[in-house]
């Protein structure tokens, strides 16, 4: 790799950093003017597809409303970040995906229209798919850490058995602030 392409991908990791570290103290504000930006960047790509068309024009606007309802996915999940606002987001884009590709199917026609349609839906049922699944595997490693935190809490409390006295009661104590049980 020359020296330009090595500063070029550090200046990108640079960014994208930083821009999720700034996402992190989103405000309410910051977070309104985002949303704002995004419906005006809606707006001009949308004016954009006025001068197309028949099914350009449809492939444009498809496009144009799948941009803006993945970036504002995104923005509910930079801004609350939470296991239904990335379920969220990943279902706005294969919702988008899929639209731009039935639109686009519509320029064809024939077995090369039904492959396409065919086609369309079948990365819209997989991409469904992976959001539930990456929704179960979430919630799998919840149970997982909770099991995997009574199991230590158990050894710990065990190991309190062998004492007696206050030293005992000290520590069940330090055992249960330790492993957050009451």
């Not at 985002?34 to 024009?57: F, H, M, V, W």
């Not at 444009?60 to 999940?77: D, Q, T």
């Not at 079948?122 to 469904?128: D, E, G, L, N, V």
Request: some cysteine; glycine content about 4%.
């Amino acid at each position: 790799m020359n020296r330009m392409t090595i500063t070029a991908i550090a200046a990108a990791l640079g960014l994208a950093f930083g821009t999720f570290a700034a996402a992190a103290d989103m405000s309410k504000s910051d977070y309104d003017a985002t949303k704002d930006r995004i419906k005006s960047e809606y707006k001009a790509a949308k004016a954009a597809c006025g001068p197309l068309k028949n099914n350009a024009q449809d492939v444009c606007m498809a496009e144009a409303r799948g941009k803006e309802s993945v970036a504002l996915a995104e923005l509910a999940n930079f801004y609350e970040p939470s296991r239904n606002h990335r379920r969220d987001a990943s279902i706005a884009k294969a919702k988008a995906d899929y639209s731009v590709a039935m639109e686009k199917c519509d320029d064809q026609a024939g077995n090369a229209k039904d492959v396409c349609v065919k086609e369309a839906k079948a990365a819209q049922t997989i991409a469904r798919s992976d959001a539930k699944a990456q929704r179960k595997i979430a919630d799998a490693r919840k149970d997982a850490s909770v099991d995997k935190n009574d199991a230590d809490y158990g050894v710990a409390k065990q190991k309190c058995d062998a004492l007696a006295g206050d030293v005992k009661e000290a520590c069940v104590k330090d055992a249960k602030a330790h492993f957050g049980k009451s």
